[in-house]
């Protein structure tokens, strides 16, 4: 294990001024509760988007380029590219206030009333929310949990898309933090042309990746660049989700139009601030960036030898990307409430795992938890340390 420790801003968070009345994840639980739900970071800021989100501040806060910011779109297109996603046309990238009104407006533009719509499960639970409140059905293909990771169930996959016009790809995957092979893409495109499907590809935590390959775009292979919208934007890498930005790209600039256009002005507009925050991310967050990913790499190691000395029936795949661990406490006595066991008796906030399932198919997730450990790792350990001491008063057998 790198030691990233000695006056890393991270390590030395001040906990009072993280729980400021206008922070979610800080404010929902009680003053004693670690939260480790929503996926913010514990991390300041990285400095040169603040120095430029402060000089924009001074410039006044008039309409920004609505029209698609054409400094944004050059220093996007061109990290874009390098994932893959090369020649998109003029049009072929819009900007939206977040990513999920893109996943809502793909499921609203591409699907009927009625029709299933394709999702590997546990998935992030916007996913699900997209596809039922807009009056679809979830046809969730669960992912198996193989010796050596999550895997995709290719004839459950097959079998799912007959019948649907949509695949929701979730590329890396939140919660499992799979960052899917080439091997996988390729046969993922193959299916989606066998079975003529459109596909949203939420790339957004594409950025956070442990595996220190390149980050391969499910749009990537030109075979599905037609069939195929991309989201994505900044708020997960730099920690920026206050500011509501994300980006919808599409080689098929008719079909980014159909989807913006279901939308139309009910999605509303990119901030100045957030435009701002974003091409500073681009042009000079890359140095805190790496830091991050650094001491988030510790962090899961931290958290995977902790879990292997300490509760070793905890059931988990070592995430390849993203600050999010999956993890199965099925074989717990209290798993049948864990989330509320954890609150109660550790003082630790949790995802429960039966949120990453759709409406009615929790059960198969129920004592699973997602932890988000983009913390100290003293906030982390003191955390570890609670939900151990619990755990164990009531040891699995
Ligand atoms: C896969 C995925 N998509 C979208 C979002 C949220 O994006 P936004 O806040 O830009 O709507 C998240 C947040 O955690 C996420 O994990």
Known sequence: MTDTTSRNPRDT????????????????YA?????????????PVAPPIMAALRERLEQGLGYAQLRGDRRLTSALSAKLAAQGLTDLP???????????PGIYAAVHALTSPGEPV?????????FHLAITQLGRRVAGVPLRDAEQGYEINWAAMDAASRGSRLLLLCHPHNPTGRVWTAEELRRLRDLVLARDLFVMSD?????????????????ADPRVQSRTITLTGPCKAFNTAGLGIGAMISHNAALLGRVRGAAGGLMGHESALSITMWRAALAEGGPWLEETLAYLQDNRDFLSAYLREHLPWVRFHVPEATYLAWLDLRAHPRAGDIQAFLLEEARVAIHDGPLFAPEGFGAQYQGFIRLNFATSRELLREALDRMAAALRRDQPA
Do not use: N
Request: hydrophobic residues 45%; aromatic residues 12%.
């Open 118 to 126: 394709v999702t590997m499960t546990p998935v992030y639970h916007p």
């Open 13 to 28: 968070l001040d906990v009072s001024a993280l729980r400021h009345p206008d922070s979610l994840k800080w404010t929902l």
């Open 90 to 100: 003029d049009d072929g990238v819009t900007f939206l206030p977040g990513v999920v």
């Open 31 to 43: 003053e004693d509760v670690i939260p480790m739900w929503v996926a913010d970071m514990d991390y």
């Open 203 to 219: 790339e957004l935590h594409a950025d956070l990746r442990f595996t220190g390959e390149p980050f391969e775009a499910f749009a």
